[in-house]
């Protein structure tokens, strides 16, 4: 099967559904405070229709994006097709997060494509220069094209357009390296799971607890916030109206306290309500690299004692909107403690998303979820095929509409 093909059967709705149950969107304060331009936009992928078949049950089926919905006595998708419809939210989520980057990403390759029509160091060169203006990172660029460049020799690809498949296969391998077990979470199945959020001032590090926070509560999970920010002004507040906006309990001392105490008071009433998952909220003080070590690592101290194993997650935030410089804040931050993830927050808000290539290639830490948008439900687990369906959507539509026609003008053919 080609790859085009894949991630459309994976993310795009195959037929026309035969009855349509509107999805109603969960009754939380993560929808209040959007604006009418991105509400309007939810709806749209909320009210995607869901086929539905005969099953004697009523059933509430939660997303873990917040969505929840009420099937009739007689009305209950099977599994396939639930998952069918949940792969095609994501695919719908990617696709409208990353839209600034596909206006730049797909328009630009067309471009490239009618400009160079046959394969050679003209055409390689160009697509380098492209690739680094979209943020992808020298290195990881000159990766990507070098494996192009060998794949298209070893298939004798002599035309531009028959590479246009390879370029989007080729991200997703360059992605896709051998430590895939790191993509995932580190969260505990019995035990209290402590997850630390670092990163410098305004990249979203509480706007990303907030989201978490909903994403697991929603799964079932007993969630608890820590309010370790105790240095801005503001920064507690902002949490507790997180919290109480997805109705979670924030532990929190007054402004300019210690925030190690801080972890204290948190990570043993979470010990003692007996939560599943505490995330921690840190300063982001980058200016004095001494200080910030001394800060986490007496946080992590503080944590590892009350629970041997914490923090199980170190996750840097990461503002995609400023390109090659959360690169520079990555790698400050690696040095001062151990990274065990990045999410990439504000990626609707750049058309340079090839930033997550060059994070991936140079840091070697896996990113495990991207922002999306700013309601709750915009926080997502990365994954290079969304992403990559996200960045080139149409196009992957377009190319496999075009090969289906092609097909079908084949059997035509033979049929006569
Ligand atoms: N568009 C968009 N905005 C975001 C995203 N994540 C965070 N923000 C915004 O970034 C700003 C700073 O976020 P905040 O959580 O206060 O950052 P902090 O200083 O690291 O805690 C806020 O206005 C957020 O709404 C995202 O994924 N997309
Ligand atoms: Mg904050």
Redesign the pocket.
């Known amino acids: 099967m080609s790859f085009f093909k894949k991630l459309k059967d994976r993310f795009v709705s195959k037929e026309e559904p035969k009855s349509v149950e509107p999805l109603e969107p969960m009754e939380d304060a993560g929808t209040q405070d959007i604006d009418p331009q991105s509400a309007a936009q939810t709806k749209e992928t909320q009210h995607k229709p869901v086929e539905v078949f005969e099953q004697p049950k009523k059933e509430t089926v939660k997303q873990s994006n917040g969505w929840s919905f009420d099937f009739e006595d007689d009305d209950l998708i099977s599994i396939e097709e639930f998952e069918e419809w949940e792969s095609q939210q994501l695919g719908a989520k990617f696709k409208e997060g990353l839209e600034k980057s596909r206006e730049n990403f797909q328009n630009k390759l067309n471009d490239l494509l009618a400009m160079y029509r046959t394969v050679d160091e003209d055409f390689f060169e160009a697509l380098e220069e492209m690739l680094i203006q979209a943020d992808v990172g020298f290195n990881t660029v000159m990766d990507l094209v070098e494996s192009l460049r060998k794949e298209a020799k070893r298939r004798n690809i002599t035309e531009t357009a028959d590479l246009r498949e390879v370029i989007v296969e080729k991200i997703v391998e360059i992605y896709e390296q051998d430590d895939d077990e790191l993509q995932k979470m580190n969260i505990q199945d019995d035990a209290l799971t402590v997850i630390l959020m670092v990163?410098v001032?305004?990249?979203?590090?509480?706007?990303?607890i907030g989201k978490l926070a909903h994403r697991y509560k929603t799964e079932g999970k007993h969630v608890m916030l820590a309010a370790g920010d105790t240095f801005r002004a503001g920064a507690i507040e902002?949490l507790q109206v997180w919290g109480d906006r997805v109705g979670v309990e924030v532990i929190k001392q007054k402004e300019g306290s210690d925030p190690a105490a801080v972890m204290y008071d948190a990570i043993n009433a979470a010990k003692n309500r007996g939560a599943d998952i505490l995330i921690c909220d840190t300063a982001?003080r980058l200016q004095n690299k001494a200080n910030l070590m001394t800060e986490l690592e007496k946080v992590k101290k503080v944590l590892s004692k009350a629970v041997p194993g914490a923090p199980h997650e170190v996750l840097l935030?990461l503002d995609a909107t400023t390109g090659q410089n959360a690169l520079v804040q990555a790698k400050a931050f690696k040095e001062v403690t151990d990274v065990s993830g990045i999410v990439l927050?504000?990626l609707?808000?750049t058309a340079k998303g090839g930033i997550v290539l060059a994070i991936r290639n140079e840091l070697h830490i896996p990113v495990k979820f991207v922002?999306?948008?700013?309601k709750l439900d915009?926080l997502q687990p990365f994954d290079a095929e969304s992403y990559v369906y996200g960045l080139f959507a149409d196009m992957i539509e377009q190319s496999t509409d075009e090969e289906n026609k092609a097909a079908e003008l084949l059997k035509d053919a033979q049929d006569e």
């Open positions: 990163g001032n305004g990249v979203g590090k509480t706007t990303t902002q982001g935030a927050t504000k609707d808000g922002g999306l948008g700013e915009d």
